[in-house]
């Protein structure tokens, strides 16, 4: 492990990063066998919906079908470990004093992307949520970071009021865009 900091080096000295023992090996083999019991589906379509995204294929209709759910509440962002985005402001601090600040930002809101002219490129929710899953599942991701943008966590199934968490988009995408697959006619 190489850390980019001192404070990072330090870091590693903490027992938390010390190598695993065999009992470790043995204790996160049953863990991971305990939580694929919980599986209800054996199969599993998130490559699928990785390849369709990936080969933009998503029709409009489905993106709007996801972007009519979103309440634009940005829970999804600010809960996600793997968002980062965010903005920068000014506020006041005294009489005559402002600071500048950073602060998170959400690409579900619709602020996010306009411009300083007022002009907005993903003026809808649908483009907005097309944009944070393209962010999360493109395969362009995987070859550039080694894996895809989402963990797996759950945190924005917990927090959305329009049940399109991670699952959920997955699940649209994927029926939606095999469907209309199944319904093209065949190349003469
Ligand atoms: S499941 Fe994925 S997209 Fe959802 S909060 Fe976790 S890392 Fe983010
Ligand atoms: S949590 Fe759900 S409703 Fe809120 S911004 Fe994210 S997708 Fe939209």
Redesign the pocket.
Known sequence: MVAGTDKGEALFTHPMFRKGTPTHLARRRQILDDVRKRFKLATSWYWSTVHYITSEQVSDATWEQIGNR????????YMCPTCTCFTVTERQVGPADFERVRIWDAC?LGGFTRMAGGFNPRRAAHDR?NRRFFRKLAHYFIQRELSVACVGCGR?VE????D?GMPNVVEIVRRTTAESERHEPAAS
């Open positions: 979103c309440l634009e509440c940005g829970g999804c962002s579900a949520r924005c927090v959305c009021h329009g399109i």
